[in-house]
């Protein structure tokens, strides 16, 4: 406990640090040209057949209170996405009643480790949970922004068909399903939130709106490398690579699509100091979504892991009041 406060406290004094010199992102006037798109024109992008598909379900390992399965189905876009089959986890609750389940989102890249934390959280505190990997990278200089609106829409497509599988399994209560997503798990948490009505909460993490502009501005690695690597191939200046991303994604923006959202199902929680998702950026999208119940942590994006216990903790609290259950003190 005392290196946790010690820890604590070099944060709050790093992030008073960087408040009073002013150091962090600096301020990019980008404009979009033509007229924003519409909340319905946005919705019909998600649009999808409910037609029956396969489902592979196989057991991977027994630990105490739940099993994990790895799960399996076909992508509904076959033809526009190199990824043909889903590839998701189930983490089942040792428990003969119904109960509440958890779809857990991953983030951009590298592994999967911290979705694995948070399911694997979510499955001791006896919550079914349903952990997607992946379909595909999302930022490619080779492909272009036609494969990243792709990709945007087939995950989010992909993960409501996860779920038209997940909430006919009889020890499922669709009734209290949860969302929850890190970073870019949190876009598309957020996304996949405002265009289906069956989700009852969600916990999201680190992310934000303008879609377009977080391609331009973020300081993560991958997106630095990828847009380096457009600009160099296209000549493009930050004003011609903003054009060219907000065509490809403003329609299916998550703060374009945020004020669908009912903002009494959702935490959100956001760093202060975050460069990979800036504060302006997340700001934009929680006004958009009628402004939900917001933790501010006083760390950038990767240091908002010393805070990880007390986001686990107000998690789990959060989706059992949402679905009714006694929260533990």
């Given at each position: 406990?005392?290196?946790?406060?010690?820890?604590?406290?070099?944060?709050?004094?790093?992030?008073?640090?960087?408040?009073?010199?002013?150091?962090?992102?600096?301020?990019?006037?980008?404009?979009?040209?033509?007229?924003?798109?519409?909340?319905?024109?946005?919705?019909?992008?998600?649009?999808?057949?409910?037609?029956?598909?396969?489902?592979?379900?196989?057991?991977m390992e027994d630990r105490p209170g739940y099993e994990i399965?790895?799960?399996?189905?076909?992508?509904?876009?076959?033809?526009?996405?190199?990824?043909?089959?889903?590839?998701?986890?189930?983490?089942?609750?040792?428990?003969?009643?119904?109960?509440?389940?958890?779809?857990?989102?991953?983030?951009?890249?590298?592994?999967?480790?911290?979705?694995?934390?948070?399911?694997?959280?979510?499955?001791?505190?006896?919550?079914?949970?349903?952990?997607?990997?992946?379909?595909?990278?999302?930022?490619?200089?080779?492909?272009?922004?036609?494969?990243?609106?792709?990709?945007?829409?087939?995950?989010?497509?992909?993960?409501?068909r996860g779920l038209d599988w997940w909430e006919t399994l009889?020890?499922?209560?669709?009734?209290?399903?949860?969302?929850?997503?890190?970073?870019?798990?949190?876009?598309f948490s957020s996304m996949l939130l405002a265009v289906d009505?069956?989700?009852?909460?969600?916990?999201?993490?680190?992310?934000?709106?303008?879609?377009?502009?977080?391609?331009?501005?973020?300081?993560?690695?991958?997106?630095?490398?990828?847009?380096?690597?457009?600009?160099?191939?296209?000549?493009?200046?930050?004003?011609?690579?903003?054009?060219?991303?907000?065509?490809?994604?403003?329609?299916?923006?998550?703060?374009?699509?945020?004020?669908?959202?009912?903002?009494?199902?959702?935490?959100?929680?956001?760093?202060?100091?975050?460069?990979?998702?800036?504060?302006?950026?997340?700001?934009?999208?929680?006004?958009?979504?009628?402004?939900?119940?917001?933790?501010?942590?006083?760390?950038?994006?990767?240091?908002?892991?010393?805070?990880?216990?007390?986001?686990?903790?107000?998690?789990?609290?959060?989706?059992?009041?949402?679905?009714?259950?006694?929260?533990?003190?």
């Amino acid at each position: 406990m005392k290196a946790i406060r010690i820890a604590i406290v070099l944060l709050l004094f790093g992030s008073f640090w960087a408040l009073s010199s002013g150091c962090g992102m600096p301020r990019v006037e980008l404009k979009p040209e033509g007229q924003p798109p519409t909340l319905e024109q946005a919705l019909k992008n998600f649009a999808y057949e409910k037609k029956p598909f396969d489902v592979q379900m196989q057991f991977m390992e027994d630990r105490p209170g739940y099993e994990i399965f790895r799960v399996t189905f076909p992508s509904y876009f076959q033809d526009q996405l190199d990824a043909k089959e889903v590839v998701a986890w189930y983490y089942r609750v040792k428990d003969p009643h119904r109960r509440a389940g958890i779809i857990q989102v991953p983030i951009l890249g590298g592994d999967y480790s911290e979705s694995i934390w948070f399911a694997e959280f979510y499955a001791r505190e006896g919550f079914h949970v349903l952990r997607f990997e992946r379909k595909a990278e999302l930022f490619e200089p080779d492909t272009g922004l036609p494969k990243t609106r792709t990709v945007l829409i087939g995950t989010v497509v992909d993960m409501q068909r996860g779920l038209d599988w997940w909430e006919t399994l009889p020890e499922i209560d669709a009734k209290r399903i949860g969302v929850s997503g890190i970073s870019m798990g949190g876009f598309f948490s957020s996304m996949l939130l405002a265009v289906d009505d069956r989700p009852a909460a969600a916990v999201l993490m680190l992310n934000g709106g303008n879609l377009a502009k977080l391609i331009v501005i973020s300081q993560e690695e991958e997106v630095v490398l990828v847009r380096n690597a457009y600009k160099k191939r296209t000549g493009w200046d930050d004003q011609a690579f903003y054009r060219e991303a907000y065509k490809a994604t403003a329609d299916l923006d998550p703060a374009v699509l945020a004020p669908r959202l009912d903002p009494k199902k959702i935490l959100f929680v956001s760093p202060r100091f975050d460069q990979v998702v800036p504060w302006e950026l997340s700001s934009l999208w929680w006004n958009a979504a009628h402004q939900p119940r917001r933790i501010v942590i006083p760390t950038g994006h990767y240091s908002s892991v010393f805070f990880i216990f007390y986001i686990q903790k107000q998690a789990v609290e959060h989706f059992r009041r949402q679905f009714g259950y006694p929260v533990q003190q």
